[in-house]
T-cell receptor, first 113, second 111 residues
Framework: DAGVTQSPTHLIKTRGQQVTLRCSPK?????VSWYQQALGQGPQFIFQ???????QRGNFPDRFSGHQFPNYSSELNVNALLLGDSALYLC????????????FGDGTRLSIL | GQQLNQSPQSMFIQEGEDVSMNCTSS?????WLWYKQDPGEGPVLLIA?????ELTSNGRLTAQFGITRKDSFLNISASIPSDVGIYFC???????????FGPGTRLSVLP
């Protein structure tokens, strides 16, 4: 039973570039949430996708966008990268109903130079 | 927005000791989760709590959902070296749509 998988594991970009991160949810899960975790802090909610639509969004600018595909996998896109975007980006999946626990992948470590 | 506070921020204990950590908020949360994160990995779910007053165990771990719905605690009994890591609490937000995470408690276990 595959858990949440994310790719790539590490990524280095420069300011102004664009990046796409990918996530495959745990088998049987249909909801994907994305989080940003800065060093030494807890995860901060970016947005959540359900039925291929953004269901809720945290306090992140429009440079952060996403997509969910019919197979429930998801992408996180970040445009015009800033140094402050350097962080661990975590994907979490869950099943439909909103109070279900979220299961996390190991994240993508994004470094901006 | 809703925020969670965790205490202590970090703690050092001897192997075999019991550990207690707290999560508090000024807002009511309807679901509480406890996660553990090891370096280079994503958070791993330890315990989920759904009802005020609920007490749930998972092996050496015990967590409780506070009666006021504004707090939760996690206890670890007879700590072992692999308990080392960062423990996060998370509460389901007001809209019932997503989880707010605390800043974490860093646990170190001395042999």
């Amino acid at each position: 039973d595959a858990g949440v998988t994310q790719s790539p594991t590490h990524l280095i970009k420069t300011r102004g570039q664009q990046v796409t991160l990918r996530c495959s949810p745990k088998s049987g899960h249909d909801t994907v949430s994305w989080y940003q975790q800065a060093l030494g802090q807890g995860p901060q909610f970016i947005f959540q996708y359900y039925e291929e639509e953004e269901r809720q969004r945290g306090n992140f600018p429009d440079r952060f966008s996403g997509h969910q595909f019919p197979n429930y996998s998801s992408e996180l896109n970040v445009n015009a990268l800033l140094l402050g975007d350097s962080a661990l980006y975590l994907c979490a999946s869950s099943l439909g109903t909103r109070d279900q626990p979220q299961h996390f992948g190991d994240g993508t470590r994004l470094s901006i130079l | 927005g809703q925020q969670l506070n965790q205490s202590p921020q970090s703690m050092f204990i001897q192997e075999g000791e019991d550990v207690s950590m707290n999560c508090t908020s000024s807002s009511i949360f309807n679901t509480w989760l406890w996660y553990k994160q090891d370096p280079g990995e994503g958070p791993v779910l330890l315990i989920a709590l759904y009802k005020a007053g609920e007490l749930t165990s998972n092996g050496r771990l015990t967590a409780q959902f506070g009666i006021t719905r504004k707090d939760s605690f996690l206890n670890i009994s007879a700590s072992i070296p692999s308990d080392v890591g960062i423990y996060f609490c998370a509460g389901l937000d007001n809209y019932g749509q997503n989880f707010v995470f605390g800043p974490g408690t860093r646990l170190s276990v001395l042999p």
